[in-house]
Nanobody, 124 residues
Framework: QVQLVESGGGLVQAGGSLRLSCAAS????????MGWFRQAPGKAREFVAA????????TIAGSVKGRFAISRDNGKNTVYLQMNSLKPEDTAVYYC?????????????????WGQGTQVTVSS
């Protein structure tokens, strides 16, 4: 299985920006569909964004559309989540995940490997 390590989380004021990174191990990263999810305290893990193997197709959750963007660099084995105009309700642990069939997916059970998560806290 692929190993995933997220970074880039932190504390930011409302209206600010963060860019999360997720580095993957192995030489087959370009074959995986990738996704970002988040989980706030007491809530279920929810889909944020997904990207296909080439990076040419993305899907963004309605709650963050227009503010968040997902991208990938297959040469660096890394997927990114650019988060702009952050709101307090974006506060959560953010996880990246790999879909080994190489498809765009939006449900947690469709993903095969998960990172440990990175905390994002947005203050009002």
């Amino acid at each position: 299985q692929v190993q995933l390590v997220e970074s880039g989380g932190g504390l930011v004021q409302a209206g600010g920006s963060l860019r999360l990174s997720c580095a993957a191990s192995g030489r087959t990263f370009s074959r995986y569909g990738m996704g970002w999810f988040r989980q706030a305290p007491g809530k279920a893990r929810e889909f944020v964004a997904a990207i296909n193997t080439s990076g040419g197709s993305t899907t963004i959750a309605g709650s963050v559309k227009g503010r968040f963007a997902i991208s990938r660099d297959n040469g660096k084995n890394t997927v990114y989540l650019q988060m702009n105009s952050l709101k307090p309700e974006d506060t959560a642990v953010y996880y990246c995940a790999a879909q080994l069939q190489g498809q765009i997916a939006t449900m947690t059970q469709e993903f095969d490997s998960w990172g440990q998560g990175t905390q994002v806290t947005v203050s009002s």
